[in-house]
């Protein structure tokens, strides 16, 4: 895994580039200490994951992440901050980041890490018990009139809760296979790109019988 380390505290950056590069398939390619440099980093390096801070001074990491998706949709960004600030969790949920951390479980970075590079999205504990909260907007929105069946439904709302596929095919008694078939439906008939703005849409326009 190439990996680049974006954090204004240059203590920070290197301590995990050490700690990280323990892990014999991590390969930090590069660190840098602003938003601009995440810009810069990520246009000539392409890492497969960035790791980034989100409070630094000039341009933040959500504004750094919002040029970085801009021009490259499929970049996978894992915030890590000492902010569970709601605003904060919001943005980067809605702009499209993989995952949002609390600096202070640095054990569970790497697993973290690991689990963006393969798809998936992560939020630490405190985030997702903060998330219904967060994200339920009372919207009503009719899935069923944009061919969403009740069980694709079931799919998403497992989804919403930060489950893999591989977990929400145990929970339905269901393949892998079957599973990513429902999400690459559902998202194409939302017109969304990935699991984590579908976890977001669900979030925002929950079934009210649910």
């Given at each position: 895994m190439?990996l680049?380390?974006?954090?204004?505290?240059?203590?920070?950056c290197?301590?995990?580039k050490t700690i990280?590069?323990?892990?014999p398939q991590?390969?930090?390619v590069?660190?840098?200490g602003?938003?601009r440099?995440?810009v810069s980093l990520y246009r000539r390096l392409?890492p497969?994951?960035?790791?980034?801070?989100i409070r630094?001074?000039g341009?933040?990491?959500l504004?750094?992440?919002?040029?970085?998706?801009?021009?490259a949709?499929e970049?996978k960004?894992?915030?890590l901050?000492t902010?569970s600030d709601?605003?904060?969790?919001?943005?980067a949920?809605?702009l499209?980041?993989k995952?949002y951390l609390?600096?202070?479980?640095f054990?569970?970075?790497?697993?973290?890490?690991?689990a963006?590079?393969?798809?998936q999205s992560?939020f630490?504990?405190?985030?997702?018990?903060k998330l219904?909260?967060?994200?339920?907007?009372?919207d009503k929105f009719?899935?069923?009139?944009?061919?969403v069946s009740?069980?694709?439904l079931?799919?998403?709302?497992?989804v919403?809760k930060?489950?893999?596929n591989?977990?929400?095919?145990?929970?339905l008694?269901?393949?892998e296979?079957?599973?990513r078939?429902y999400l690459?439906?559902?998202?194409?008939?939302l017109?969304l790109?990935d699991?984590?703005?579908?976890?977001?849409?669900?979030f925002?326009?929950?079934?009210q019988?649910?």
């Open positions: 190439k680049l380390i974006i954090d204004d505290d240059a203590l920070v290197a301590s995990l990280l590069e323990t892990d991590v390969k930090v590069g660190t840098g602003s938003g440099e995440a392409r497969d994951v960035l790791l980034m801070d630094m001074d341009l933040t990491g504004e750094a992440g919002e040029l970085i998706l801009r021009e949709p970049a960004i894992l915030f901050t902010f709601d605003e904060y969790i919001i943005k949920l809605k499209g980041a995952g609390i600096k202070q479980n054990e569970s970075i790497l697993p973290a890490l690991h963006v590079e393969s798809g992560v630490g504990s405190e985030i997702v018990t219904p909260e967060l994200m339920q907007s009372g009719d899935f069923a009139a944009r061919g009740p069980r694709e079931d799919v998403i709302s497992l919403a930060g489950l893999s591989k977990e929400i095919a145990e929970a008694f269901l393949s296979g079957t599973v078939n690459s439906a559902v998202l194409d008939k017109e790109r699991r984590t703005q579908l976890a977001v849409f669900y925002n326009h929950q079934p019988d649910r």
